[in-house]
């Protein structure tokens, strides 16, 4: 494993690097916003190393990258252009991308911009559309609120998720989560879990990281270009394209998922029955698997814990 500060448009960048170097590359893209590589390698570093080169950031202002100034702009697409300048770097020709849930966002807008310098494109829990997902956030937290007798709170997830401007969405659902206690987690992890364990940092280490991804967060959020929906861009995407989620992820919605299957028919659309927005984590072995196999056309691999491919998805 490679770690390093890298300097990237004048910024300094945490960036990993996992596996043989001359192995096919795959960039790694975190989601969030905010949310950092580190929980990803914890679970896919050591397996996808095996088979790829792995990169992965933390992504501007981010945990262990510089942070942000107070009150400094940022868009995805600077964080598209960081990670163009990052393969530029690392001389890398062209590269496979993994997004998850923002990440893959920014995946997609990656590719609709350099459309050369990628070979194919992953989505883990994608959030093409921020609105979409937060809605259906809102909901399933009204769900865990109605289970514990908080109407009120329900009602105002409810009514939030109807709300025409998607930062108001995103607003409440910030306000809101803290209130849900341990069930929070349960959006994410239906069957529950810990995906991070036990964090290599200080209390006060952890403090600072919290406050650089929320001003990571704010930063977008003033620039609102993330609440723009990717979905009708997806018909400009001509490389092999993998969809990843599992049954019961409430950001990877069926709209969304649908929305790809008709602009992109070609597209694989693997689902992992009984699991959330984590596959990654909640099936590792198996996700390891899915990546590698699309990657690498059917190679042997063996199998672990097998996806469902999703039966309305041609296969690829």
Same mark, same amino acid.
């Given at each position: 494993?490679?770690?390093?500060?890298?300097?990237?448009?004048?910024?300094?960048?945490?960036?990993?690097?996992?596996?043989?170097?001359?192995?096919?590359?795959?960039?790694?893209?975190?989601?969030?916003?905010?949310?950092?590589?580190?929980?990803?390698?914890?679970?896919?570093?050591?397996?996808?190393?095996?088979?790829?080169?792995?990169?992965?950031?933390?992504?501007?202002?981010?945990?262990?990258?510089?942070?942000?100034?107070?009150?400094?702009?940022?868009?995805?697409?600077?964080?598209?252009?960081?990670?163009?300048?990052?393969?530029?770097? !690392?001389?890398? @020709?062209?590269?496979? #991308?993994? $997004?998850?849930?923002?990440?893959?966002?920014?995946?997609? %807008?990656? /590719?609709?911009?350099?459309?050369?310098?990628?070979?194919?494109?992953?989505?883990?829990?994608?959030?093409?559309?921020?609105?979409?997902?937060?809605?259906?956030?809102?909901?399933?937290?009204?769900?865990?609120?109605?289970?514990?007798?908080?109407?009120?709170?329900?009602?105002?997830?409810?009514?939030?998720?109807?709300?025409?401007?998607?930062?108001?969405?995103?607003?409440?659902?910030?306000?809101?989560?803290?209130?849900?206690?341990?069930?929070?987690?349960?959006?994410?992890?239906?069957?529950?879990?810990?995906?991070?364990?036990?964090?290599?940092?200080?209390?006060?280490?952890?403090?600072?990281?919290?406050?650089?991804?929320?001003?990571?967060?704010?930063?977008?959020?003033?620039?609102?270009?993330?609440?723009?929906?990717?979905?009708?861009?997806?018909?400009? !995407?001509?490389? @092999?394209?993998?969809? #990843?989620? $599992?049954?019961?992820?409430?950001?990877?919605?069926?709209? %969304?998922? /649908?929305?790809?299957?008709?602009?992109?028919?070609?597209?694989?659309?693997?689902?992992?029955?009984?699991?959330?927005?984590?596959?990654?984590?909640?099936?590792?072995?198996?996700?390891?698997?899915?990546?590698?196999?699309?990657?690498?056309?059917?190679?042997?691999?063996?199998?672990?814990?097998?996806?469902?491919?999703?039966?309305?998805?041609?296969?690829?």
């Amino acid at each position: 494993m490679d770690q390093r500060y890298m300097p990237l448009l004048g910024r300094q960048l945490y960036v990993e690097r996992h596996g043989n170097p001359e192995y096919l590359p795959l960039l790694y893209l975190h989601g969030g916003p905010g949310e950092g590589a580190y929980e990803f390698l914890r679970h896919q570093g050591p397996r996808l190393a095996q088979h790829l080169h792995l990169i992965a950031l933390d992504q501007r202002g981010v945990w262990r990258s510089a942070a942000l100034a107070e009150g400094e702009s940022l868009s995805p697409g600077d964080l598209v252009e960081d990670c163009e300048a990052l393969r530029r770097r !690392l001389a890398i @020709p062209q590269w496979s #991308i993994l $997004g998850h849930s923002f990440g893959a966002y920014l995946a997609v %807008q990656y /590719a609709v911009t350099y459309p050369n310098a990628v070979t194919a494109l992953l989505l883990e829990g994608a959030a093409l559309d921020l609105a979409d997902s937060i809605a259906s956030l809102l909901e399933h937290a009204a769900v865990l609120f109605d289970r514990h007798g908080h109407a009120d709170h329900a009602r105002r997830c409810y009514e939030a998720a109807r709300q025409p401007d998607p930062d108001q969405r995103m607003a409440v659902f910030l306000d809101v989560g803290p209130d849900l206690g341990d069930d929070r987690s349960l959006l994410y992890l239906p069957n529950g879990g810990d995906n991070y364990g036990t964090l290599p940092f200080a209390q006060a280490e952890l403090e600072h990281l919290g406050a650089q991804a929320a001003r990571h967060l704010d930063s977008l959020r003033a620039n609102r270009e993330m609440y723009q929906s990717l979905l009708p861009r997806l018909h400009e !995407l001509d490389m @092999p394209i993998c969809w #990843i989620q $599992g049954e019961l992820d409430p950001v990877a919605t069926r709209t %969304q998922r /649908a929305a790809l299957m008709t602009a992109l028919p070609s597209a694989t659309v693997i689902v992992f029955p009984g699991i959330g927005h984590l596959p990654h984590y909640e099936v590792a072995d198996g996700f390891t698997h899915a990546v590698t196999q699309f990657l690498f056309g059917g190679l042997p691999f063996p199998p672990i814990t097998p996806a469902t491919t999703d039966p309305d998805s041609p296969s690829r």
